[in-house]
């Protein structure tokens, strides 16, 4: 029992890497000294990536102790936007937008042929863990629509051939 205890109450800032407080502290030095927190989007993304994709609750934690803010606050970011992920994902996470404007363009027959292909349904992973399907809000390319994300890429204009492509060239 106190074993558990002393693990309870460890800090949670040694599950940040050097690397990756470095990083979080470029994005702090770009705001007013008191006003640190504002790094919080930056910092659950660099943890999210140390993490291989997706946030655990202690990362969320470390990253509130780091930046010295209420752990509510930083679980209402990353609960709120779509780019946290908070479990696992595949090694390709496919973000397809399918508001309005790339639904008038047909995110609809994008979302059915990608879902046929890789045999999931949109908030699903392929069994071998390659592909994680995912249904997104605007992500401001809509005079190219229909279009998705996949990493940091953006895909743009999509066709059904246009997508075989796509799929078919990632590692």
Same mark, same amino acid.
């Given at each position: ?12 800032? !040694? @599950? +940040?890497? $050097? ?9 702090? =030095?770009? /705001? ?25 609750? !202690? @990362? +969320?934690? $470390? ?9 509510? =606050?930083? /679980? ?96």
């Amino acid at each position: 029992m106190i074993f558990a205890q002393r693990e309870k109450d460890r800090s949670k800032l !040694d @599950l +940040i890497t $050097a690397e990756s407080k470095a990083d979080i502290d470029k994005w702090v =030095a770009k /705001y007013p000294q008191n006003q640190k927190q504002s790094a919080v989007m930056a910092a659950l993304r660099i943890l999210q990536d140390q993490n291989g994709g997706y946030l655990t609750n !202690d @990362l +969320i934690e $470390a990253v509130a102790e780091y930046l010295e803010m209420p752990t509510i =606050a930083v /679980y209402e970011v990353a609960t709120f936007y779509s780019m946290y992920e908070l479990k696992p994902v595949g090694k390709h996470k496919i973000c397809v937008c399918t508001n309005i404007s790339c639904m008038l363009c047909g995110s609809d027959t994008i979302v059915g042929h990608l879902q046929k292909k890789l045999g999931i349904k949109l908030g699903e992973t392929t069994a071998d863990g390659r592909f994680t399907l995912k249904e997104v809000e605007c992500l401001g390319a809509c005079v190219n629509a229909p279009m998705l994300q996949i990493g940091h890429q953006y895909y743009e204009n999509l066709t059904p051939e246009k997508l075989d492509q796509i799929i078919d060239g990632l590692d």
